[in-house]
């Protein structure tokens, strides 16, 4: 059973910076693409960042480009989200997927993050 646990989250002031941690089990991390999502309240879900499986390639929502970088460590299991510049319209819960088919899928319980002065 693949299971995905997300922590790191919490309240931060505008422009501070925060990571978020996702450990996976239940699966051969280096074997799978991972993604973070997020989700704010009244809002939909959307995709925030992807990483394959090598870690050689990863793809942003424009909304966070070039102020969070999504990594991850095979070895550890885990994958990351390092979000610097936060701005309060990040706030949201941050959720870690795992996709591979429409009936293989997980997500995490998701890790709350404010962003207020």
């Known amino acids: 059973q693949v299971q995905l646990v997300e922590s790191g989250g919490g309240l931060v002031q505008p422009g501070g910076s925060l990571r978020l941690s996702c450990a996976v089990s239940?699966?051969?991390?280096?074997?799978?693409?991972m993604s973070w999502y997020r989700q704010a309240p009244g809002k939909e879900r959307e995709l925030v960042a992807t990483?394959?499986?090598?870690?050689?390639?990863?793809n942003y929502a424009d909304s966070v480009k070039g102020r969070f970088t999504i990594s991850r460590d095979n070895a550890k299991n885990t994958v990351y989200l390092q979000m610097n510049s936060l701005k309060p319209e990040d706030t949201a819960v941050y959720y870690c997927?795992?996709?591979?088919?429409?009936?293989?899928?997980?997500w995490g319980q998701g890790t709350l993050v404010i962003v207020s002065s």
């Open positions: 239940g699966l051969i991390l280096s074997q799978f693409d």
């Open positions: 997927h795992w996709q591979v088919s429409p009936v293989r899928a997980a």
């Open positions: 990483v394959v499986a090598s870690g050689n390639m990863t």
